[in-house]
């Protein structure tokens, strides 16, 4: 089944989930479970919803299809499409982030198809093969308000099966700082961009100074990074660039806001345009949201038993440093929700990305136990 998912390239940029949304469909109706193709929120980017069973408790089972540009392929080892498997690994962009979780939801939608259908269990189970996570598009949310929500909801990004109960927040700032282009032999009669905006990454070196000391229990510090500069794009070494653009990584607690965020950076950039004199504006171009639910939910408690049970997988509390969908479970859905999954983090967006296929046996027992206690309650 990976290695079906990761022959299909579903990148993003541009966004190509069509394909794949179409085979996952199709799989499910071929074994009488009930899928949806959702054209929203971009129909030329289509993804899918599927249920087993009817009624309370929910599980909601949530991954995303599209997977980061392989890039130039001769840098990788193995063919990024392949699906090559040697020596226990099966490669190929996505294999782990996180073709490698849907698979398991598949597969376990199947598994309790009966089970739900006789009254063995009670309840629904929902499989999310969402659109867009990679770039924040709003997948998962649209697949929730279409009705495909539920009361507990696992994210099976790769995690070597410890459970995230946290996640760290992301929002991406591009900070524009204007100057007045002039020859460069009269430099006095202009404003040189590179200059402000030099002034624009040493305030935010000391913002993030600041910032640092924020930490969590679950997912360490905050963090406020630039990653960008661009100045003087028209190539012309003789003139004055007449803007210079920053990039900022901010990554955020729980408990904070992207609002407040935006505060923040407001009142550092002010303080620069008063001290300069430049002409500075800012935008926040992507967000992913912070998200938590209680360390001893009930969810977590039961995966963090099983996982233990089978993997000896750790029990302690743990939150995750990168972001997920599972933001939409928590925050707009108001589901009990956790990021739990096959497959070290480690691999994600890297050449030769590959996926050990004993993640694949193990979760799925995993995933039958937690899922079962869960529908048993």
């Known amino acids: 089944m990976l290695q079906r998912l990761v022959r299909i390239e579903t990148e993003n940029p541009p966004g190509n989930e069509g394909p ?19 054209e929203k929120p971009d129909p030329d980017r289509p993804q899918v919803a599927a249920r087993v069973g009817e009624g309370d408790p929910t599980v909601v089972l949530n991954g995303h299809l599209d997977v980061v ?55 629904s189970l ?24 539920g009361d507990y909801g696992v994210v099976l990004e790769p995690t070597e099966f410890k459970v995230a ?25 202009g404003s040189n961009a590179i200059v402000d905006g030099r002034r624009v990454v040493e305030a935010l070196e000391a913002y993030d100074r600041e910032v640092r000391e924020r930490t969590d229990d679950l997912v ?37 806001s992207a609002e407040d965020l935006d505060a923040e950076l407001d009142a550092v950039l002010s303080d620069v345009a008063a001290e300069t004199g430049a002409e500075i504006s800012w935008r926040r171009t992507t967000t992913y949201e912070s998200a938590a639910v209680p360390v001893d939910c009930h969810l977590a408690e039961v995966f963090r038993e099983h996982s ?25 859905a108001g589901m009990e929700a956790i990021v739990w999954g096959p497959g070290s983090n480690d691999q994600a967006h890297t050449r030769d990305e ?8 193990t979760g799925l027992d995993i995933l039958d136990r937690a899922v079962r206690e869960l529908l048993s309650d």
Not at 25 to 30: A, I, K, P, Y
Not at 165 to 189: C, F, M, N
Request: charged share 30%; hydrophobic share 35%.
């Open 126 to 149: 929902v499989f999310h093969g969402a659109m867009g996570e990679e770039t924040a598009d709003p997948g998962t949310r649209v697949l929730l308000e279409e009705g495909f929500d």
């Open 308 to 332: 233990d049970a089978v993997a000896g997988a750790p029990t302690e509390p743990w939150g995750t440093k990168a972001s997920s969908d599972v933001r939409n479970l928590i925050n707009d």
């Open 220 to 256: 360490g510090q905050a963090y406020a990074t630039a990653t960008q500069f661009v100045a003087g794009a028209d190539g012309n070494k003789g003139v004055l660039p007449d803007r210079a653009t920053v990039s900022l990584d901010r990554r955020f607690l729980p408990g904070e």
């Open 20 to 38: 794949c949304a179409g085979f996952i469909h199709d799989w499910f109706e071929r074994r009488d479970i009930d899928a949806t193709v959702v």
């Open 165 to 189: 109960t946290s996640e760290k927040g992301l929002a991406w700032y591009e900070i524009d700082v204007e100057g007045e282009p002039t020859h460069a032999s009269r430099p006095d009669q």
């Open 354 to 361: 590959y996926v050990e296929l004993h993640w694949g046996e």
């Open 69 to 123: 540009p392989a890039g130039d392929s001769e840098g990788w080892e193995y063919d990024p499409y392949g699906g090559t498997v040697e020596d226990d690994r099966l490669y190929g962009r996505g294999s782990t982030d996180m073709k490698a979780g849907i698979a398991l939801s598949m597969l376990t939608l199947a598994r309790f198809r009966e089970p739900l259908r006789s009254g063995e269990l009670d309840g």
